[in-house]
Nanobody, 116 residues
Framework: VQLQASGGGLVQAGGSLRLSCATS????????MGWFRQAPGKEREFVAE????????DYADSVKGRFTISRDNAKNTVYLQMNSLKAEDTAVYCC??????????WGQGTLVTVSS
């Protein structure tokens, strides 16, 4: 099972980036797919999640209205569209999957750096 995050980079404040999480090795049709981030010196925090089958989404308050999570069934890929980026969004972003309460599959991260 692999979750491969990509799309990070350096962007100016106010700019946009789209992260991708490509999945392989199993079907995640009944799973929730989440994005998390960890800034330097801080704990990992939840960003957003989407239930693959229903499309139901949830967001952290800090990103509501700026970030959008989506999935492409044909490509087995989950996206995180990030708009109006702020310096405080700088972090390593990773994707994960859960069937029940706890996230059980994790991918490696992709670095997002927002310059002010």
């Amino acid at each position: 099972v692999q979750l491969q995050a990509s799309g990070g980079g350096l962007v100016q404040a106010g700019g946009s980036l789209r992260l991708s999480c490509a999945t392989s090795g199993r079907t995640f049709s009944g799973y929730a797919m989440g994005w998390f981030r960890q800034a330097p010196g801080k704990e990992r925090e939840f960003v957003a999640e989407i239930w693959w089958s229903s499309g139901y989404t949830d967001y952290a308050d800090s990103v509501k209205g700026r970030f959008t999570i989506s999935r492409d069934n044909a490509k087995n890929t989950v996206y995180l569209q990030m708009n109006s980026l702020k310096a405080e969004d700088t972090a390593v972003y990773c994707c994960a999957a859960r069937l029940h309460r706890e996230y059980e599959y994790w991918g490696q991260g992709t670095l997002v750096t927002v310059s002010s």
